[in-house]
């Protein structure tokens, strides 16, 4: 699986957007692009992912660069709840294939 | 109901020890995942498991054996407990159909936070 690179912590005022980076330059043309959060002391929860197209559910939307080689993960609205550890993660589709967790980037969401 | 349920959420024990952690997932999954964590925050996966069929096994020592009695059951049991085995311990499902773009959308239970002594 191709490797991400995400920068360590960041920090976002309520209210306000939290646009989170990820590079993996090395992807391939069957890997998707995966985005996970993990809130203190809770287990891992999936937010959203995409192949090529930008994706956006209830939880947030998902930016990919045309050359697929970046992407961004935006929380609209951030409240001091989505304080958590991001994780952006690249897997191959389909059976059997894992998901390989990163160190992530810590967003601090602040009053 | 809870998706994913881990029991214990704690489990403190003594080296030499052997112990078990129990994963049940109520949302029809066929597969599901051993995860652990450690102290400094990586998330690791072990094993995973398709229809009680062993599909992943990472390089986890003889120690770890996972059973899965069936798809929504799969428990972790650790012999001769080391130091080096303290961490959270996550149980995940998903739902992977062999030949299909599976949508790779894991969940994950609360953890089980096992300390050696």
């Known amino acids: 699986d191709a490797k991400t690179t995400q920068p360590p912590s960041m920090d976002c005022a309520e209210g306000r957007a939290a646009n989170l980076p990820c590079n993996h330059s090395?992807?391939?043309?069957?890997?998707?692009v995966y985005w996970y959060r993990q809130i203190h002391s809770q287990g891992p929860q999936y937010i959203i992912h995409?192949?090529?197209n930008n994706e956006t559910n209830e939880m947030a939307s998902l930016i990919i660069t045309e050359d697929r080689k970046s992407s961004t993960l935006i929380l609209p609205h951030a409240t001091l709840r989505d304080t958590a550890v991001y994780y952006c993660?690249?897997?191959?589709?389909?059976?059997?294939?894992?998901?390989?967790f990163g160190a992530g980037t810590i967003l601090r969401v602040k009053s | 109901d809870t998706a994913v349920s881990q029991t214990p959420k704690y489990l403190v024990t003594q080296m030499g020890n052997d112990k078990s952690i129990k994963c049940e997932q109520n949302?029809?999954?066929?597969?599901m995942y051993w995860y652990k964590q450690d102290s400094k925050k990586f998330l690791k996966i072990m094993f995973s498991y398709n229809n009680k069929e062993l599909i992943i096994n990472e390089t986890v020592p003889n120690r770890f054996s996972p059973k899965s009695p069936d798809k929504a059951h799969l428990n972790l049991h650790i012999n001769s407990l080391e130091l080096g085995d303290s961490a959270v311990y996550f149980c995940a499902s998903s739902q992977e159909v062999v030949g299909k773009a599976n949508t790779g959308e894991l969940f994950f239970g609360e953890g089980s936070r096992l300390t050696v002594l």
């Open positions: 090395t992807i391939s043309g069957n890997e998707y």
């Open positions: 993660i690249v897997r191959v589709g389909g059976y059997g294939n894992k998901l390989v």
């Open positions: 949302l029809g999954h066929d597969t």
């Open positions: 995409g192949l090529k």
